[in-house]
């Protein structure tokens, strides 16, 4: 293994994820365009994304089963193809079958991108410094998110529709072409993959990584902390920004670019704790769901109209579980073998994006009761019926979070097992402090 073509192929496969990021967010910030185009409903335009991410998740278990025997590079390729022909589709769709094609395209070929660059990364580097790059890899993602919230927001402003759309379909095919070129599965040396197995012996692989409590855990914190976020930025976080709290598209953009550099600056740290402290991984996803449902609480019980303060605080708590995502899949590397990595990290992927579109869809469908009840005085998007639609995330929090504690207690029980003790969190600290304290004290 050679450093300067492992850090080649990382940043071919971060480029790549990018690309990704960018198609899957894009129609986050077409919601309003997008009702105009298609003649839609709340319901009906948070379907697309409903559906996009049901086509996603579907898929992590099958993605992650292939990319551990075809390699990432052919994944790569082909996610890549898939999203630019989505967008291709959407760039010229005028109804709503035809817009529904071109994002169930795109999620498809999502789902075969994330999965595969993971994989990469402890094929390429040594173990010591997965932990941080897989947290640099999400967080290198993002700004394909930053590049939907202002390159691509203000391509469809100035230009329209169509020309926004084809610029996504241009990225996709030169994100092709560098993987082809550039990308390369293995090291040299590297051992090749087992011949692929059967039907039978891929369902013992999945069986076998579902009944790891590790797998579990991964997938529970990815369910709690990703969501979230997840739904604010793919669908509801610009209308709700604009037409509910009153914003003007420049302090939008400067709260979704916030957010993009929040998951940046959030994502080394993340990594850096995780690697430091591999025992304490889920305590720090328990904290983020709980600031998670505080700043919701805090900006959804103040009468009236948010200040702009609080909604940027809201914006960096829903941030920073991107990056707290991304604990879920350390757990499904140290919990489970080499060889059912892509597996694992496919079990654990689904869990954020199954929760997500559960939570778009019964936005969407809160908001368009309240609207045909009469309780949003002609106003589908108005700040009352938000308030209501958008509690909806406080169930999904708090199933998540007993989830976790369950997962978590079969895994602290298993390691137990093993001889490796979790020390209470607070004994814990105070053993850290005193350790500290010597340190210094030592000439």
Excluded: C
């Excluded at 025997?69 to 989505?86: K, W």
Aim: hydrophobic share 55%.
């Amino acid at each position: 293994m050679t450093a300067p073509r492992a850090w080649l192929i990382w940043i071919v496969g971060v480029f790549a994820y990018l690309v990704a990021v960018s198609q899957r967010t894009s129609f986050g910030v077409v919601g309003l365009e997008a009702t105009e185009r298609f003649h839609a409903s709340a319901a009906e335009i948070s379907f697309f994304t409903v559906l996009q991410l049901l086509v996603y998740a579907a898929l992590q278990i099958p993605v992650g089963i292939l990319v551990d025997r075809f390699g990432s590079r052919a994944m790569i390729a082909g996610g890549a193809v898939l999203m630019g022909l989505g967008q291709l589709q959407l760039a010229f769709a005028d109804n709503i079958p035809g817009g529904v094609l071109g994002r169930v395209l795109v999620g498809a070929g999502d789902a075969m991108t994330f999965i595969s660059v993971i994989r990469l990364i402890p094929i390429w580097f040594a173990p010591v410094r997965v932990p941080l790059l897989t947290q640099l890899t999400g967080m290198s993602g993002q700004l394909g998110q930053l590049f939907s919230v202002v390159p691509f927001a203000m391509i469809l402003h100035l230009a329209g529709w169509t020309p926004a759309f084809l610029t996504l379909t241009a990225m996709s095919v030169l994100a092709v072409v560098l993987v082809l070129v550039l990308l390369q599965d293995l090291p040299p040396g590297h051992p090749a993959p087992e011949p692929s197995q059967g039907l039978r012996a891929t369902g013992v692989s999945i069986s076998h990584a579902w009944r790891q409590p590790g797998t579990r855990l991964g997938l529970w914190s990815h369910f709690t902390v990703q969501f979230s976020g997840t739904v604010f930025a793919m669908t509801w976080g610009y209308p709700f920004l604009i037409s509910a709290q009153g914003l003007e598209t420049p302090a939008v953009s400067a709260l979704m670019t916030l957010y993009v550099a929040t998951a940046i600056a959030a994502g080394p740290l993340m990594g850096s704790f995780v690697a430091r402290h591999p025992l304490r991984r889920s305590t720090m996803v328990l904290l983020i769901s709980a600031a998670t449902a505080a700043a919701w609480a805090a900006v959804l019980l103040i009468p009236g109209r948010s200040p702009l303060w609080l909604l940027a605080g809201l914006v960096v708590v829903l941030a920073i579980g991107g990056p707290g995502s991304m604990i879920g899949f350390d757990f499904a590397r140290t919990f489970n073998p080499a060889h059912r990595i892509g597996t694992a990290t496919g079990i654990v992927n689904v869990g954020g994006f199954i929760a997500s579109l559960i939570a778009i869809y019964l936005i969407g469908l809160v908001l368009d009761l309240l609207y045909a009840s009469g309780f949003s005085q002609g106003e589908l998007y108005g700040l009352d019926p938000f308030r209501i639609a958008l509690s909806v995330q406080f169930l999904l929090l708090a199933g998540g979070t007993g989830a976790i504690l369950v997962s978590r207690r079969k895994v602290r029980r298993q390691m137990a097992a093993q001889g490796v003790q979790v020390p209470p969190l607070l004994a814990a600290l105070v053993e850290q402090r005193r350790r500290s304290v010597e340190r210094r004290r030592t000439p």
